[in-house]
């Protein structure tokens, strides 16, 4: 793995797992989240996609909004987006705009129905 990922690709059977690798998901990584999770989504179509925050420590609100454009685009597709991992510091800004209306947050793999 490169010091410089963003992501790194989790194999799992049912899911697609996309972990987060950056503490902060600054403007620059946020861009290459996106497109990594575009690009492995192509890879494993129809499979719900679990985006792995737990080693992610700050995200300003353009990558929450990053966040929620990706979930809506999946929705198209009828493919479920659900962040595992979101530590207390994000989910209070995630509480507060109450993006945790849009968003499906789980605590861990085990947690998702």
């Known amino acids: 793995m490169a010091s410089d990922a963003v992501t790194e690709v989790i194999?799992?059977?049912?899911?697609?797992?996309?972990?987060?690798?950056?503490?902060?998901?600054?403007?620059?990584?946020?861009?290459?989240?996106?497109?990594?999770?575009?690009?492995?989504?192509?890879?494993?179509?129809?499979?719900?996609?679990?985006?792995?925050?737990?080693?992610?420590?700050?995200?300003?609100?353009?990558?929450?909004?990053?966040?929620?454009?990706?979930t809506n685009s999946f929705k198209f597709e009828e493919r479920r987006i659900i962040l595992v991992g979101v530590s207390h510091k994000i989910m209070g800004p995630i509480k507060v705009t109450r993006l945790d209306k849009v968003l499906e947050i789980r605590n861990g793999l085990d947690d998702i129905d």
């Open 11 to 70: 194999p799992h059977d049912a899911y697609l797992v996309v972990k987060i690798l950056k503490r902060t998901l600054d403007d620059a990584s946020t861009r290459i989240l996106l497109d990594d999770v575009q690009v492995a989504a192509a890879e494993r179509i129809g499979v719900p996609i679990v985006l792995d925050l737990s080693d992610v420590k700050f995200a300003p609100s353009v990558a929450l909004g990053s966040l929620v454009q990706l």
